[in-house]
Nanobody
Framework: QVQVVESGGGLVHPGGSLRLSCVVS????????MGWYRQVPGLQREFIAA???????NYAEFAKHRFSISRDNAKNTGYLQIDSLKPEDTAVYYC???????????????WGQGTQVTVSS
């Protein structure tokens, strides 16, 4: 069993910043990739950024300036720093962990329940 728990969301004024956390626990040999997504009502879940265990990262175009992904492999924890928050950033933010439970075996995706980010004046 693998658990993924996001935290750090909340209500923030436009222009503010948040740092979201994603803690992965359970049977883990390695987390191949950690990623962040967001979803607003009426829209599909949207990719934000992802980082491989070695540190390589990918960002969606809209996220390249204000979003920063990081991870601490020793703690099985990922982070998403969001700066200059805008009302359109309001969404539920989800963490995805692609986890390899055993060395040399295929990895599987696990999702957290999400954390709400609301940007409002």
């Amino acid at each position: 069993q693998v658990q993924v728990v996001e935290s750090g969301g909340g209500l923030v004024h436009p222009g503010g910043s948040l740092r979201l956390s994603c803690v992965v626990s359970g049977k883990i040999w390695s987390i191949v990739t950690m990623g962040w997504y967001r979803q607003v009502p009426g829209l599909q879940r949207e990719f934000i950024a992802a980082m491989a265990s070695g540190g390589g990262s990918n960002y969606a175009e809209f996220a390249k300036h204000r979003f920063s992904i990081s991870r601490d492999n020793a703690k099985n924890t990922g982070y998403l720093q969001i700066d200059s928050l805008k009302p359109e950033d309001t969404a539920v933010y989800y963490c995805n962990a692609n986890v390899r439970k055993y060395a040399g075996r295929p990895s599987e995706d696990y999702w957290g329940q999400g954390t709400q980010v609301t940007v409002s004046s």
